[in-house]
């Protein structure tokens, strides 16, 4: 009996152990699916386009309770019909650029999926390929898609803001019908699409805003579809969600660029890519509350940029790139983050995040508040060529001082800081004289990346500035018992301070 009861043991962990195996195999010519159990993750890779299916016949569908994430991988051309139908415990999914058509009822009756980015690339979105997604919110359908097929996203119950890009020219059958909680739609098309039968079945248009460039505005009061809404004219040449509550707009007449509403923009955003090399001045109004990562980066007209008080979070690299971009204001009354001349720092300045590549300014010194100067803080500031690191910093990320190429004297008052190669990437290290306090000259001759500066001892006091060219020593004076230094007209104590 007892063995009968071990032998019956090791089956039940052997199927166990079976159940926890990852799984696969092809759904397509050239395209293979991979289902790892352990993470609940259902992964779509390959260049050829995915099968179609009917509804339950997907080989991953059996373990529809299962899946919990799902990756399709850029390459991927084309998801099948019915390919993901009834995924009810996904809540994320992102369709890569790769993907040309979003097949029939592709994502249908996934109840769970709430968080929706279709990126730049996708044309055709199918038929129901998003409906009965009851959790889905916040719809920004991307600036490549020419047609949203019947049913796209109709009886999605809490759907409440679509973005429709001017690439639209086609509005299904009941499209976006049965959304009773629909609140807000922005269209940036110049002309209003004509809307197909039932277009808005069951959507209450009188509590639902409709924003619309200014100049299309009286287009959409005279069709019929469209002039039920309560319609919101924009003064912009173009418009967009960039955010799940947040409208960009861009107008061409001032290369100006302004973001309103509330909430986070997203990281990587694409939408306005057409206009990034026009853009001059970027404002932020009240109600954002964070930079996504890499969010403007290759704006390379940005001039200037105003953030808001209610700012609290600005993620990596938001302005790389940005080579004419001079200044970086902060709202008074934000806790987070302080800017001072233009350069943005966290609010206590321990943190100097980013000083603006095009600041015309030849000679900096970094306040002696910072202990960390931030990745990428200095990069591609071609105009500097004087530089001053306090003694306070601690910590330098990666590229913070990369090619900034006219960079020929540095005066660091800081102990050795460990740091990449990377840091000063582009920099003619052997012709930039690093000037150091005696007490560490030897350290920074033998100091990986700080050894291959032409390295000299400096007797300049911290925080004493002194004009451009090579420093005046100084002439030593006793008084009152006191070590004074008298340079370039002015009084210095041993320290460094001015004394006045």
């Known amino acids: 009996m007892k063995r009968i009861f071990t032998l019956f043991a090791a089956a039940v962990a052997a199927i166990a152990m079976c159940a926890q195996s990852p799984v696969g195999g092809s759904c397509g010519a050239n395209s293979q699916w991979y289902f790892d159990p352990s993470r609940g993750l259902l992964s779509i890779s390959g260049a050829g386009a995915m099968d179609d299916y009917v509804s339950g016949a997907a080989p991953w569908y059996k373990y529809n309770q299962e899946i919990t994430r799902l990756a399709i991988l850029d390459g991927v ?3 099948g019909d019915y390919a993901f139908w009834d995924l009810l415990n996904v809540t994320d999914v992102t369709i890569p650029g790769s993907v040309k058509n979003i097949g029939d009822y592709a994502f249908a009756s996934c109840g769970g999926l709430r968080t929706l980015r279709i990126e730049n690339g996708v044309q055709y979105i199918g038929k129901g390929a998003f409906g009965l997604c009851l959790a889905l919110e916040t719809v920004m359908i991307p600036n490549t898609v020419t047609t949203i097929d019947e049913q796209a996203f109709g009886l999605c119950g809490n759907l409440k803001i679509v973005s429709i890009p001017a690439s639209v020219t086609t509005l299904g059958k009941q499209a976006l019908a049965f959304c009773p909680s629909l609140q807000w739609i922005i269209n940036a098309a110049g002309i209003p699409q004509t809307p197909s039968e039932g277009l808005f079945d069951n959507v209450d248009k009188t509590k639902c805003r409709l924003s619309v460039l200014a100049s299309a505005e009286q287009a959409f009061r005279a069709t019929a579809e469209w002039k039920e809404f309560n319609i919101e004219p924009v003064q912009a040449t173009a418009m967009g969600l960039c955010g799940e509550n947040l409208l960009w707009t861009y107008d061409a007449g001032t290369n100006a660029m302004e973001i309103s509403g509330t909430g ?27 930079i996504g990562r890499d969010a403007f980066r290759n704006c390379f007209s940005l001039t200037s940029v105003v953030l808001p008080a209610s700012l609290d979070s600005v993620d990596q690299y938001p302005f790389s790139s940005c080579n004419q971009l001079t200044s970086i204001e902060v709202a008074e009354g934000n806790y987070c983050y302080s800017s001072v001349d233009g350069v943005l720092f966290n609010k206590t300045k321990t943190y100097l995040i980013k000083y603006p590549a095009a600041k015309p300014k030849e000679e900096y010194s970094i306040p002696n508040t910072v202990t960390d100067v931030q990745p990428y803080a200095f990069c591609d500031c071609r105009r500097l060529n004087k530089l001053t690191i306090p003694s306070s910093v601690v910590t330098i990320g990666q590229l913070a001082f990369g090619y900034c190429s006219s960079l020929h004297e540095i005066y660091n008052y800081a102990a050795p800081i460990l740091i990449e190669a990377s840091v000063f990437r582009g920099v003619d290290q052997p012709n930039c004289i690093l000037y150091v306090p005696q007490q560490y000259y030897q350290a920074y001759l033998t100091e990986n990346v700080w050894k291959d500066f032409n390295v000299q001892i400096t007797d300049r006091g911290e925080g004493i500035e002194t004009p451009s060219g090579s420093p005046s020593r100084g002439e030593k004076v006793l008084r009152n018992g006191m070590l004074l230094i008298e340079r370039n007209g002015k009084t210095y104590n041993a320290q460094g301070a001015e004394l006045r």
């Open 77 to 79: 051309p084309y998801i």
């Open 264 to 290: 986070r923009i997203y990281d990587f955003f694409e939408e306005w890519d057409e206009f990034k090399k026009d853009i001059e001045t970027l404002e932020l109004q009240e109600g954002v509350s964070t």
